[in-house]
């Protein structure tokens, strides 16, 4: 979603800028001259790649959380084989074989153990592009899966539903997300705008920028990111610079109530977070900034939050 990944518990946590060299075999070292002609036909795909998928795949490994996420609501969480070490939902999913980070890193050796038959990734980058190579010499197809809108959620899991077998259990799931984000667009639509600063983490301080999808979330609850306009999806970003902005909410991940408490402090510090000003709600990173069905009931979450705040500023 972000040139900052998602991975739990945040963005921090796995960037393309702290990228790791991954580790590899010569047999992967000695293919990566064909790693320009890997790109799958159904990179950012949506349902339409997926439909024209050939098979029904049985042994499936992720290398992202919100993808593991995915498979389970579609109803597919039976064909996991393995997944990475942030996928920690549903309960099911800390069980699972773990093969690397899937950001910074994939131990090939262990993918390799696992035998499946379909690699599921984020994005052409990083540690997917390392094994890519590796994968295509085994015949295994890499494919990806990264929404860009909030549509895109419901029509991805469709799609995984068509692609390992569980159709019916796939529409259902994307049907009752379809309905979520229709209401809350019912809702909110014509709700006053409010600004808001996304605080990604603070120390660095990271700010989202031009990100669609959560853009889109913003938009659908009758928010306006303050750094919406930016050239980066992602972008670090000095505390006075948000002061001067003054956004009417500030948006800080914070996945408890003491995480939230200090968040507050911090921004109350440099005169923002009270009554008559920003107000500052925490947000839990995991279900917002990962790309999967959970962001939904946090864009509802995010929708009672602004409309929180508008209540407090007409008083």
């Not at 960037?15 to 991954?22: F, M």
């Not at 968040?263 to 510090?269: G, L, S, V």
Request: with cysteine; proline share 7%.
């Amino acid at each position: 979603m972000l040139g900052l990944r998602r991975d739990s518990p945040g963005y921090a946590r796995a960037t393309p800028s702290v990228e790791k060299r991954t580790r590899r075999g010569g047999r992967l070292s000695r293919c990566r001259a064909r790693l320009a002609a890997l790109v799958p036909a159904c990179l950012l795909a949506g349902l339409p790649a997926w439909a024209a998928a050939a098979g029904t795949a049985a042994r499936v490994v992720t290398l992202a959380p919100h993808i593991t996420e995915m498979v389970f609501a579609a109803g597919a969480g039976h064909t996991l084989a393995g997944t990475v070490v942030s996928s920690n939902y549903p309960d099911a999913a800390r069980a699972l074989p773990k093969v690397g980070d899937g950001a910074a890193s994939v131990n090939a050796e262990a993918l390799v153990r696992l035998k499946p038959d379909l690699v599921l990734a984020w994005h052409a980058s990083g540690a997917a592009a390392a094994v890519a190579p590796l994968l295509q010499s085994l015949g295994v197809p890499l494919e990806f899966l990264a929404p860009a809108r909030l549509d895109d959620i419901p029509d991805q899991i469709e799609g995984l539903g068509k692609r390992l077998g569980t159709q019916e259990k796939a529409q259902r799931a994307a049907s009752t997300l379809r309905d979520k984000l229709r209401e809350l667009r019912r809702r909110y639509a014509d709700r006053p705008p409010v600004s808001v600063f996304i605080e990604i983490g603070h120390s660095p301080l990271y700010a989202v920028g031009k990100d669609a999808l959560l853009n889109d979330a913003l938009h659908t609850c009758g928010g306006a990111n303050v750094f919406g306009d930016s050239a980066f999806a992602a972008l670090p970003i000095g505390a006075e610079h948000i002061v001067q902005k003054h956004p009417g909410v500030i948006l800080a991940a914070a996945a408890t109530p003491q995480q939230e408490r200090q968040a507050k402090d911090r921004w109350a510090a440099l005169g923002l977070a009270n009554p008559t000003h920003t107000q500052v709600y925490g947000i839990d990173p995991d279900t917002l900034f990962r790309p999967g069905p959970r962001l939904i009931d946090a864009t509802r979450d995010l929708c009672r939050k602004l409309e929180d705040a508008r209540k407090k500023t007409r008083h």
